[in-house]
């Protein structure tokens, strides 16, 4: 399960990618829009930058439940279907 | 007394719990279904002889959900319409709207989700063979929670120790009633439906809704397929409560047999089917 919180306009989850690293993954909109949604992986190296990968590229190091879980929080904030808004903490 | 959870499932169902019997009235029609020598006349007549489920029944199939494009005004015309397999499921979908009538709003409508995320899901190349109909799927999920209609009947007390501890501790729902009552409410569903005599998958799959260990390597597809629809619903916002704790591990992915590559679709295809909720929630509210 993604821990999400609002940071803004972005709502931002926390959670481990397939490959067991943390990181976050960013949603500013849409799925329509192909940079709705980014992973943001933290440096392993102090100093170096964050990698930032958006999706679909990155959809590979997701769990595929995580993916249907930020297709569906990308529709829930942004989406046009009507689905329940989320009530977020502030991050 | 070691102050532990008070119950295990024989306990439960020996001293405290009696769960609802099968509705004579299905038992006669499914008894019709099942007989060869039967005629699809003799199965409307019985559905007609109960005014409460022939008129669920018409409702549901002249509902949006099931987008038909053609009134059917009578048991007859949808039998013949649809076949007695897609009858069978609809009668049973209008006897369990039935049972579940009066449960909270968010019950209703999680379960409701909850079979239309498997009605999405029972469509997908990889799900398609093992379900015999998008209609028996979508049974799956409308009945996957019932046992928590059960639980909280007979144990009003015990659930809102289940719901404090959810609140307070963060446990997921079932995690919290084994730990107060010692039995979960997909065990007590999954002896609902070995008592109403559904087909053994579906007991299955509500018995391993939460962790498909639980049951038989030939049935965990189907625990699988709805622990997935589940956690869809969660992510949707259809969970079965606020701020639901979402499940899911590798090898409970893996037994669905669901491909990555299918996941966008199976999503628009469910938030598509969004509007369906309401209108079915009129049928069991």
């Known amino acids: ?91 | 007394m070691t102050g532990g959870p008070p119950y295990d499932i024989d306990v439960l169902l020996d001293e405290v719990v009696t769960l609802p019997s099968m509705p004579e009235s299905l038992i006669r029609i499914t008894d019709l279904i099942n007989d060869p020598n039967s005629t699809m006349n003799d199965i409307a007549q019985a559905i007609a002889m109960e005014p409460s489920i022939a008129f669920k029944t018409l409702r549901i199939v002249n509902s949006a959900y099931y987008g038909l494009g053609q009134e059917v005004k009578t048991v007859e015309h949808a039998v013949v319409l649809l076949g007695m397999k897609v009858i069978k499921n609809l009668v049973l979908t209008a006897t369990v709207f039935q049972a579940i009538e009066g449960a909270a709003d968010r019950f209703l409508k999680h379960a409701i989700a909850c079979g239309i995320a498997m009605r999405t899901l029972a469509r997908t190349e990889s799900a398609r063979a093992k379900f015999d109909s998008a209609e028996e799927a979508f049974l799956y999920g409308l009945l996957h929670d019932i046992g928590k209609v059960i639980l909280e009947e007979y144990l009003p007390d015990a659930c809102a120790r289940v719901h404090e501890r959810v609140r307070d501790e963060g446990l997921a729902w079932h995690e919290a009633e084994q730990a107060v009552i010692g039995v979960d409410h997909a065990e007590v569903g999954s002896q609902l439906a070995l008592k109403w005599k559904l087909d053994p998958a579906v007991a299955d799959a509500i018995a391993g809704h939460h962790d498909i260990h639980r049951v038989s390597p030939e049935h965990q597809c189907y625990a699988a397929t709805l622990a997935v629809a589940n956690y869809l619903c969660g992510a949707a916002g259809y969970g079965a409560y606020p701020k639901a704790v979402l499940q899911m591990d590798q090898a409970t992915w893996d037994a669905t047999g669901l491909s990555p590559d299918t996941l966008d679709a199976v999503a628009s295809r469910f938030f598509s089917a969004i509007p369906d909720i309401d209108d079915l929630l009129m049928l069991a509210a």
């Open chain 1, 1 to 91: 399960m993604i821990i999400w919180k609002q940071q803004g306009a972005a709502t931002v989850g926390d959670l481990t990618l397939a490959d067991g690293r943390r990181a976050n993954v960013v949603v500013v909109g849409a799925t329509s829009n192909e940079k709705g949604a980014a992973i943001v992986i933290p440096p392993s190296v102090s100093g170096a930058p964050a990698e930032t990968i958006l999706l679909p590229a990155g959809n590979f190091l997701l769990h595929p439940w995580h993916r249907l879980e930020v297709i569906c929080m990308q529709e829930r904030c942004f989406g046009t279907f009507g689905l329940p808004r989320p009530e977020l903490e502030a991050g």
